[in-house]
Structure formats: structure tokens, C-alpha cells
């Protein structure tokens, strides 16, 4: 008898699982008839770990709002349906992307890796950089600050604050060629210097830079990068902030074998991303949800077992999935001011943007940077750095420096405070960031 390696019988089960999908291949019906006010997409699917992540995840990168669904997994078959909607609440009728969705989700996906990444193409057009850290004001600036330094052009990049910790992807390309950085030297130079910077002034070694030319979805890697840095710990007098926070429970169902996990918080866009992300990423199945948010709250409900087909154990456990659930939902909350830069993309654009944020003494909390066509798309939400609300003179000043057509103001008119806030944690930051606005490259050599 042959003998068959472990190796030789994953390869098996792989095609196996292959086969069984291309005869049985995912249906996707999409009606605009049956719902008054909403798009109905319907997907019926062999069942594995992880497709309703994919499945969601095609809708979220398409922007579009997911109000309802409902989704069960019992067996070897998956069922959902989802109602969507486009940004502005209308049914979706563009056909593009309703080709694009039977594309992703129906038969033309079984001939796709499952470890497919939608929306992310494998490309050597830019070099992706992986930061984390502790947050503070103006790290931001220094990172661009480093990277123009050191000749780098930011084309994408989306960061992510939470818990005093930060996180960011960003796409980098090549001043001179336009392209991905390829020289180990140079990779491990840019690496060494963001470290630094991240490091501040602790030298704490919880600060992590990688650099990859590897696949990767953007906001997938962000919870995975602030799961791993343990953002969702709670801080001793976190309690201040109990009201604010989402309402998240995890009871057991024991007739079933399931746990139960139930969430009640604001709604907004791509809530049911993060939270699916998570559990999935936690190693939990879900076998059974559904999911309402036609209104300013939103309510989940999953019926989980942990991928080794056990229920939540302990009390611990528990804690642990309510903590994450709550962290995966509070790191994309739009709090803070919102800003929208459009304007010609540039070298080091990115870099004196920031620098103007930070001599204004306002912080970054969550930011979206994206080139399309040689023009810079760039959202940022900020906040006063002492945690006042903004002041309107600043914003003036900040807009009459970049541009007054350039940058527009999108937040809501409570962010904006007319007259001055003054208190010694103030004086203090604005002290600092003014008193490093006329070295802002000098301080990028003191990491050389």
C-alpha cells in the first residue's frame, strides 16, 4: 500500500473541497422587485469557514449599506439574504456592479482562491507598510515626515486610533521610479526609522513596522494588527465611558450547543464587516444571525460555535469576545472633525498636511488616503490635541494654509467651537508642536 504523507492528504481534501463547489455552485439572485425600498441579494452556497466574511466583504468594498440580513449555515450549505442599498438609501441599479457581485459571489467564483482578497489585486506598483504603535499627537506627521524623508510617496493608506494604540496600512511607491521599493537595504533602512518613530522617545518595543509586497484587505488587516496589539484591553478607569460604549452580550444556548452573541450599538457603515471580521479572524462560526439596521441602531444576532465545535467555555472566554466585539466596532466610529482634502497628488503632499494638523495642535484619529488618476483623495478626522472641541479660528487658519477650495470641513457644527479654549494642557501641546514646526525635517534626521 502507497503510503499517503499529511502533506499529499491536505492537497486531497483541497481538491476535494474544489470539486464539491464546482458541483454545486453558489446561486446568486439579485431582486429589485420584491422590497419597496431596498435591493435584495440572495446566495446560496457549499458551506466553508470564512465565505460569509466574503461574501460581506464584496458588499462592504462596494460601498454599499447593508439594512437587513439574514444568514444560516447548519449543514454543508450556506444561505443568506441581504438588503442593500447605495449611499444616498436608493435600491442599487448600476450594472456594473450588480455584474461585478454575480461575478464575486455566483459560479464564476468557484475557480477563485477561497484565500481570495476582493477588491485587492497582487501588484509590484507600490510597496505596503504595516504600522503599529502607542498613539499620541502628531505621529501621523513624523510617520509622512520619515517617508518623504527618505523619498517615499504615500499613494494609499488608511489609519486607524483606538485605546491609546495606532494602527496603519499604507501604500508606498518610489519618488524617482514610481514603483515598489525593491532594495533590501532601502526597505530595511525605511523599516529601521519608522521603528524609531513609532518608538518615540520610551523606546517601548511594542512598536512593529513590516514591509511586504503581499496581498492584503486594507481594513481586515487593521483589526488583525490592533487585535494582535490587545487594543481591546480596558483601561482601569475605563468606566467613565460605559455609557458610550456598545451594548454587547454572549449567553449560552444549551439545548443548542451555541452561544448566543447579541449587539446593540449606532449604527453606521460597514458595522456588519467589523463585526463578522472578528469573529472570524477569533475563529468562530457563525451558524445562524440576523441583522437589522434600518434605523440610527443597528441589532446583531449570531448564533456561534468556536471552529472546534464548542460553545463559548468560561467566563473568561466571554469577556474576551465581548471586549473584542466592542473594540472592532469602536475603531471605526467617526468621531472628531472631518476634513476632506481634494487636490493634485504630489510627493510629500501627505507630510505637509499633517505638519499643518500638528502646528494647530490637532491630532489625526482616523484618516483614509487615496490617489486616483493624479488626484489626492484624503479624509481625516481630527481633534483638538488637549480634547476640546476644535476651534473654528484654527480651522480658518488650517484652511487659509492649505487651501480654502482644497480642504472642506464635513463634521457636524458641535465640533466647531468659536472662541479661545485655554487650559495648561493646551498651552502645553500647541508649546510643543510650534516649537518643532520649524525643524519638521530636522527632526526626521534625528532618526538617521
Known amino acids: 500500500m502507497a503510503y499517503i504523507s499529511e502533506f499529499n492528504m491536505n492537497d486531497i481534501d483541497d481538491e476535494y473541497e474544489k470539486l464539491f463547489r464546482r458541483m454545486n455552485p453558489p446561486r446568486v439572485v439579485i431582486d429589485n422587485e420584491s422590497c419597496k425600498n431596498a435591493t435584495v441579494i440572495r446566495v446560496d452556497s457549499a458551506n466553508k469557514h470564512g465565505i460569509l466574511l466574503e461574501v460581506v466583504q464584496v458588499l462592504t468594498d462596494l460601498n454599499l449599506i447593508i439594512t437587513k440580513a ?12 441581504f438588503n442593500v442599498t447605495d449611499q444616498e438609501g436608493n435600491k442599487v441599479t448600476d450594472e456594473g456592479i450588480l455584474d461585478y457581485i454575480l461575478k464575486s459571489l455566483g459560479p464564476e467564483s468557484c475557480f477563485t482562491s477561497s484565500m481570495r482578497s476582493v477588491g485587492v489585486k497582487p501588484s509590484m506598483d507600490h510597496t505596503a507598510i504595516e504600522l503599529t504603535g502607542c498613539d499620541r499627537p502628531g505621529l501621523l506627521s513624523e ?6 524623508h527618505l523619498k517615499c510617496n504615500v499613494v494609499n493608506a488608511e489609519v486607524w486610533t483606538h485605546n491609546t494604540r495606532a494602527a496603519s496600512v499604507m501604500h508606498v511607491t518610489d519618488e524617482e521610479t514610481g514603483g515598489a521599493i525593491t532594495d533590501p537595504e532601502r526597505l530595511s533602512r525605511i523599516k529601521k526609522r519608522l521603528c524609531n518613530v513609532l518608538k518615540g522617545s520610551s523606546k517601548s518595543s511594542e512598536a512593529k513596522t513590516v514591509v511586504s509586497h503581499g496581498i492584503t484587505h486594507t481594513a481586515r488587516r487593521l483589526h488583525q494588527m490592533m487585535f494582535d496589539d490587545r487594543d481591546y484591553g480596558r483601561a482601569d478607569d475605563d468606566a467613565l465611558n460605559e455609557n458610550k460604549r456598545p451594548n454587547v452580550n454572549v449567553v449560552n444556548w444549551h439545548d443548542k450547543d451555541y452561544s448566543v452573541v447579541t ?17 472570524t479572524d477569533m475563529q468562530y462560526v457563525v451558524f445562524h444571525a440576523s441583522i437589522k439596521a434600518e434605523g440610527p441602531e443597528a441589532y446583531q444576532e449570531y448564533y456561534i460555535r468556536h471552529i472546534d465545535g464548542s460553545p463559548v467555555k468560561s467566563d473568561a472566554e466571554r469577556e474576551r469576545v465581548i471586549q473584542c466585539l466592542e473594540a472592532a466596532i469602536e475603531r471605526r466610529v467617526s468621531e472628531g472633525l472631518k476634513l476632506e482634502l481634494c487636490t493634485t497628488d504630489r510627493v510629500g503632499l501627505l507630510s505637509d498636511v499633517t505638519r499643518i494638523f500638528r502646528e494647530n495642535s490637532l491630532t489625526v484619529i482616523r484618516a483614509e488616503v487615496t490617489t486616483k488618476a493624479g488626484k489626492a483623495l484624503n479624509t481625516f478626522y481630527v481633534r483638538d490635541a488637549s480634547g476640546y472641541p476644535v476651534d473654528s479660528k484654527t480651522i480658518d487658519s488650517i484652511r487659509q494654509a492649505i487651501g480654502q477650495t482644497i480642504l472642506k470641513v464635513k463634521g457636524s457644527p458641535e465640533e466647531l467651537k468659536n472662541g479661545p479654549q485655554e487650559s495648561p ?21 534625528s532618526y538617521s
Open 70 to 81: 439574514y444568514i444560516s449555515s447548519d449543514g454543508g450549505w450556506f444561505m443568506d439574504v
Open 425 to 445: 494642557t493646551r498651552f502645553l501641546f500647541g508649546g510643543l508642536f510650534k516649537s518643532r514646526s520649524f525643524v519638521n525635517f530636522g527632526l526626521v534626521r
Open 263 to 279: 449587539i446593540q450599538s449606532k449604527d453606521r457603515p460597514k458595522l456588519l464587516f467589523d463585526t463578522v471580521c472578528t469573529l
Open 143 to 148: 510617520v509622512s515626515a520619515v517617508l518623504t
